[in-house]
């Protein structure tokens, strides 16, 4: 049973312009939620997170946005640059901490082209 | 501060053999998690292991267990292989309560 859903296996989309990577979960028990970035070769490195407490949190060109009722979140990467080209994992968690059982998506592929 | 290191970064292994993968932790952090990434998946808990015990696992068979030392490395045991347990095996470190840091993985493949 796939608790947390990336349905689109990839996304391209052109530099300067938004990318929107979404996740959906079907756990009503995660009450923290991370994005993981990851180049060939390397381990995911996070990038940014965001609790259930929230329904939006920033970094740079990072945001996060929570729908709790829809069980949904998305990434928004603003403007898009061609080294945020990577697959991007949304993880869950549950039990108030950003530690712990990671539950992964399948992954997004994002390409940005120059 | 060298981060996360596995070794080895590769492996290639025969169905039935045994296999060890170790972990070392980011300076600093205690708690030691395994996961596996099959190809075009997500990466998939194994266990976690804080104070040398076991903390958490995921729904992997007995065949896999694992082992953290006093200076909170950490090993992977896979025993009996099999060819699906063909994948990208993760390691990731943390304070109990904290960020995890990943590894660069080992690449397992059986054959």
């Known amino acids: 049973d796939q608790q947390v859903k990336q349905n689109s296996p990839s996304l391209s989309v052109q530099e300067g312009r938004i990318s929107i990577l979404n996740c959906d979960y079907t756990?009503?028990?995660?009450?923290?939620f991370l994005w993981y970035k990851k180049y060939p070769a390397e381990g995911p490195t996070f990038l940014i997170s965001?609790?259930?407490?929230?329904d939006k949190n920033e970094d740079g060109r990072f945001t996060v946005f929570l729908n709790k009722s829809a069980k949904h979140l998305s990434l928004h990467i603003v403007p898009s640059q061609p080294g945020d080209s990577a697959v991007y994992f949304c993880a869950a968690l549950h039990g108030s901490s950003n530690t712990g059982k990671l539950i992964f998506g399948q992954g997004t592929t994002l390409q940005v082209k120059p | 501060d060298a981060g996360v290191t596995q070794s080895p970064t590769h492996l290639i292994k025969t169905r039935g053999q045994q296999v060890t993968l170790r972990c070392s932790p980011k300076?600093?952090?205690?708690?030691v998690s395994w996961y596996q990434q099959a190809l075009g998946q997500g990466p998939q808990f194994i266990f976690q292991y804080y104070e040398e015990e076991e903390r958490q696992r995921g729904n992997f068979p007995d065949r896999f267990s694992g082992h953290q030392f006093p200076n909170y490395s950490s090993e992977l045991n896979v025993n009996a292989l099999l060819l699906g347990d063909s994948a990208l095996y993760l390691c990731?470190?943390?304070?109990?309560?904290?960020?995890?840091?990943f590894g660069q993985g080992t690449r397992l493949t059986v054959v």
């Open positions: 756990n009503s028990m995660f009450d923290y």
């Open positions: 965001i609790s259930s407490i929230k």
């Open positions: 990731a470190s943390s304070l109990l309560q904290g960020e995890a840091f």
């Open positions: 300076s600093g952090h205690d708690t």
